[in-house]
């Protein structure tokens, strides 16, 4: 059973940088795509960003794109989420999640495993 655990939130000015890191245990991720979600209060949990398990494809929420940056390490296990220009509304809980099964078409991705969450504030 996959076990994936988020770091690297905190408070942070608007205009700037924060890097989530998601380390993996219990099983490689290397064959698995891998994403980042995150909700805010009061609002229901939305997709943020994805990687293919192959590392040739990422994708974006529109309202991210160009700001964030998803990437992954599979000799550390881990996937980070490098934020830049961040704004208020990026306030929420960041959480990482990974597919069920492996190598599968990331369209097709089911992100069934999830870690707790970091949070992210931004002030204005």
């Known amino acids: 059973q996959v076990q994936l655990s988020e770091s690297g939130g905190g408070l942070v000015q608007a205009g700037g940088s924060l890097r989530l890191s998601c380390a993996a245990s219990?099983?490689?991720?290397?064959?698995?795509?891998m994403a980042w979600f995150r909700q805010a209060p009061g609002k229901e949990r939305e997709f943020v960003a994805g990687?293919?398990?192959?590392?040739?494809?990422?994708y974006y929420a529109d309202s991210v794109k160009g700001r964030f940056t998803i990437s992954r390490d599979n000799a550390k296990n881990t996937v980070y989420l490098q934020m830049n220009s961040l704004k208020p509304e990026d306030t929420a809980v960041y959480y990482c999640?990974?597919?069920?099964?492996?190598?599968?078409?990331?369209?097709?991705?089911?992100?069934?495993?999830w870690g707790q969450g970091t949070q992210v504030t931004v002030s204005s």
């Open positions: 999640a990974t597919d069920s099964r492996a190598r599968n078409d990331y369209l097709r991705a089911r992100f069934d495993y």
């Open positions: 219990g099983r490689t991720i290397s064959v698995y795509n």
């Open positions: 990687i293919s398990w192959s590392g040739s494809r990422s």
